[in-house]
């Protein structure tokens, strides 16, 4: 199972230049998991994923990290990734 997580804050502006380039990814494919997760309310995890910067977009399959893009990407950078990703 590949898993697209995205890691923002709501106080980021490129967080949220980033949530509608995200929202169009994910109409392309049912069969990936996409997570928001929120830094500031899952400080936990954003720790685990050892995040230091928001926007970063991990892309994962069963688990294992494939892809890491810190800051906001052109639409199709996270495509082709998720694509290679489900190869």
Not at 50 to 60: D, L
Not at 75 to 83: G, L, P, Q, R, W
Request: proline share 3%; with cysteine.
């Amino acid at each position: 199972m590949v898993t697209v997580k995205k890691f923002s804050a709501s106080w980021c502006g490129p967080c949220r230049a980033l949530a509608p380039v995200m929202n169009e990814v994910k109409t392309q494919f049912s069969n990936v998991l996409f997570e928001d997760i929120d830094v500031d309310e899952a400080s936990d995890i954003a720790s685990k994923y050892n995040i230091r910067s928001v926007p970063t977009v991990v892309i994962e399959s069963n688990g294992k990290e494939l892809h890491r893009f810190t800051g906001a990407a052109a639409k199709m950078t996270y495509v082709n990734a998720i694509n290679e990703s489900l190869k």
